[in-house]
């Protein structure tokens, strides 16, 4: 680390110094005003012997000083990570940070929202009106402002705020030990005890402390706005209230000490370093695009592809470990969990944070939920995560989506496949069958290149082909390695071509010149294939002129879109749903409306939750005619159907296969038809048909085959 550098654990080592400086000054303004001469208002350490007050500000700054010093021991393991850019888009961060402190993403789980809601909001107000009383305090007797109607109002509202902080932490408690769902049950620690345990104790000491001076002070009829402090006092005899006051007042403060200090050290730390995590979140490359990374055909100092080791993550990858809440809504909908894959992308969050904080300097405690004490020898993340877990996963994003405080997990795994792929070759061997493929025949399938536009002989127009002389066209479309090679998605090319036609739109393929885009070789860690993959074809579309390209693939339309422009590569990308309902929008094409049952629709998650794109296909399906039912789990909830990510290269061998699950789930609605917009998808789900033998009765469809059906009548 640069000596002279100002870094975050600097400044928070210099704040944590002069913390208890900082609250000694206070006390000492304490002595300064003359004595309060109020009407109705409160006398501030009124009981208290002054020097148990000294000892009070003492301790609050060297708690508040041990707190500030221990987050800067975690800052400094953020400092280990990679430099990432975080800077700018201040309204989209202030927007993101407003999203996390007012609980929205934390309310989407209706019981855990509210609960968590209940408790942050009591505390931060309890917070803020105890700091409030501090300052008037401080202030001479005529600026202070805790007087009269006002006063009566802040005590109104500081005893509902304790009664609902206290709901909260009790609704919490009985949540997690008598109904706990099982995300929750596998992950609870004593830990979790005690931090609930010494929330109620700041709660319930508060109004005891209140309820002891109340009973002290005879109960002036105005502090009947503290009410329930008013009814509590009945418990404290007059003649006993003061001792009674001095020791709740010593219990309250001792705890709330206790929580500044464990405030860094236990999960509590996610109360602060979760919304500034959703601040950071917002990031200038679109969420379906992975890392960029530089040109690896030219780059000659690179040293390391991904990351395996804690300081090759970023530092923002570092920081997202201590922001988890432990929550495992990710886990909860992960389909490579829920099928019996040992992938839990909770886990994953966690491990990586377990291996930076235990090879930290000074090593400082991991994150939370962690089982045991585990012994790392060194600063891999492989010594806790293994290979089965990251091949495992879809990369369907639903864990990213769900998560609350916008961890960013799938970076992390894509990161780690890469360094897995490239510096240890270390991947599941029907992968290096496709990794070969794409090198030598320059799509998956091993196909010859030469086969792409076959499919053109099955059509009664001509196909334009970008390259051959005199062609030019306004739109590319984009066949993909599935529409060209695979039989059952060439139904889905020959339809689409077969609406752009019929529509006029004036459209050329690449035919043997497109090749496959590299999104399985990216996705499975091959970074150094598909960037040759992806060069070739960015040379040859801005060679031919291309502006626009229509996909029918998600994958495609991702990578096209999002993440060819970080190789020089713009286009303006529409995938064949959102083209079609255009067309359909134009009067270009008509369909008659006449969709046989009901439909329910797979959203593809590199439509959906990659691009947001959840509306072009049902609006589509519907002017089509259909009768949509929706699945259980769909739009941003959808469930994978286990092919992305290179799944579809890769054999699933553990647990209930992914595309079965799937497949159960579009079988329960009822429906005779089930449509996708993916060639992958259309595949698993096909085949989850016929595993389940259901294949005479339900008919899986993409979105073109069924427009086809209603505009050209096949
Ligand atoms: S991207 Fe999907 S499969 Fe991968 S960890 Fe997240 S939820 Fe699981
Ligand atoms: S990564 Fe997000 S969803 Fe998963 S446990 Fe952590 S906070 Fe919860």
Not at 77 to 92: I, L, S
Not at 398 to 420: F, H, N, S, W
Request: glycine share 8%; charged share 20%.
């Amino acid at each position: 680390m640069d000596k002279r550098r100002v870094t975050v654990s600097r400044l928070l080592l210099a704040l944590g110094i002069a913390m208890p400086v900082v609250t000694l000054g206070f006390w000492g303004l304490s002595l300064l005003p003359d004595e309060p001469t109020f009407a109705i208002g409160r006398h501030v350490f009124g009981n208290i012997p002054e020097p148990l007050i000294i000892l009070f500000y003492v301790a609050v700054g060297l708690a508040l000083g041990v707190a500030v010093y221990l987050f800067s021991l975690r800052a400094r393991n953020w400092e280990r990570g990679a430099k990432e850019r975080r800077w700018g888009m201040w309204g989209r961060r202030a927007k993101e940070f407003l999203r996390g402190v007012t609980m929205a993403s934390v309310l989407e789980d209706r019981v855990a929202g509210v609960l968590h809601a209940m408790i942050f909001y009591g505390f931060v107000v309890l917070f803020l009106g105890t700091a409030t009383l501090e300052l008037d305090h401080l202030l001479p007797n005529n600026l202070k402002f805790l007087e009269g109607g006002f006063y009566q109002g802040y005590s109104l509202v500081l005893d509902v705020a304790a009664l609902v902080f206290i709901a909260g932490v009790a609704g919490a408690a009985v949540r997690r030990y008598l109904f706990p769902p099982l995300r929750i049950r596998t992950k609870t620690k004593p830990e979790d005890a005690w931090i609930l345990l010494l929330l109620g104790l700041i709660g319930v000491t508060g109004l005891l402390t209140e309820a002891a001076r109340l009973s002290l002070e005879g109960r002036p009829d105005y502090e009947v706005w503290s009410f329930a402090g008013w009814y509590l006092s009945y418990l404290f005899p007059q003649s006993t209230a003061a001792g009674t006051h001095q020791i709740v007042w010593i219990a309250h403060a001792v705890s709330f000490g206790a929580f500044l200090v464990a405030l860094p050290v236990t999960k509590l730390r996610h109360m602060l370093t979760s919304p500034v995590n959703m601040a950071l979140a917002p990031r200038s490359r679109p969420k379906g695009a992975m890392r960029e990374m530089p040109n690896l055909l030219e780059a000659t100092d690179i040293e390391t592809v991904g990351a395996a080791k804690v300081g090759e993550f970023t530092w923002k990858q570092l920081y997202d470990t201590d922001a988890c809440t432990i929550c495992g809504r990710c886990t909860s909908v992960c389909p490579a969990n829920h099928t019996g894959k040992p992938l839990d992308p909770r886990e994953i969050v966690l491990k990586l944070g377990e291996v930076m904080a235990r090879t930290g300097s000074p090593a400082v405690s991991p994150p939370v939920g962690v089982d045991g004490e585990i012994t790392v020898t060194s600063d891999s993340v492989f010594e806790r995560i293994t290979p089965a877990e990251l091949w495992a996963c879809t990369t369907c994003r639903a864990c990213e989506q769900v998560c609350p405080v916008d961890i960013e997990i799938l970076d992390k795994i894509l990161d780690m496949r890469r360094y897995l792929a490239l510096m240890e070759a270390d991947f599941p061997s029907q992968l290096g069958n496709a990794f070969i493929s794409m090198e030598n025949s320059s799509n998956p399938y091993g196909m010859s290149q030469q086969e792409r536009a076959a499919w053109t002989r099955e059509v009664d127009f001509p196909v334009k082909i970008l390259g051959e002389p005199g062609v030019t066209a306004e739109y590319l479309y984009w066949v993909g390695c599935a529409g060209s090679f695979d039989d059952r998605n060439r139904k889905v090319t020959l339809a689409t071509a077969r609406l752009l036609h019929a529509a006029g739109v004036d459209f050329a393929i690449l035919g043997p010149r497109e090749l496959c885009t590299g999104d399985p070789a990216r996705r499975a860690g091959n970074e150094y294939l598909f960037q040759t993959l992806a060069l070739q074809n960015i040379a040859t579309l801005n060679e031919a002129g291309v502006t626009q390209i229509i996909a029918q693939c998600p994958h495609c339309f991702n990578t096209l879109a999002n993440e060819y422009p970080q190789f020089g590569g713009n286009y303006r990308v529409f995938h064949h749903s959102q083209f079609l309902m255009d067309l359909v929008a134009q009067g270009k094409l008509k369909p008659n409306g006449r969709v046989d049952g009901k439909v329910t629709f797979h959203d593809p998650c590199y439509l959906g939750r990659h691009n947001d794109e959840y509306d072009a296909p049902r609006r589509l399906l519907r002017v089509a005619g259909a009768k949509l039912t929706e699945m259980e789990r769909n739009r941003k909830g959808s469930f994978c159907c286990g092919a992305g990510g290179a799944q579809m290269w890769m054999e699933e061998h553990t647990g209930k296969k992914v595309n079965v699950e799937r497949t159960q789930e579009a079988l329960a609605t009822g429906a005779p038809t089930i449509a996708t917009g993916c060639p992958f998808c259309y595949v698993m789900l096909d085949d989850g048909v016929k595993d389940l033998g259901r294949e005479e009765e339900v008919a899986v469809k993409d979105l073109a085959m069924i427009l086809a059906e209603q505009v050209l009548g096949r």
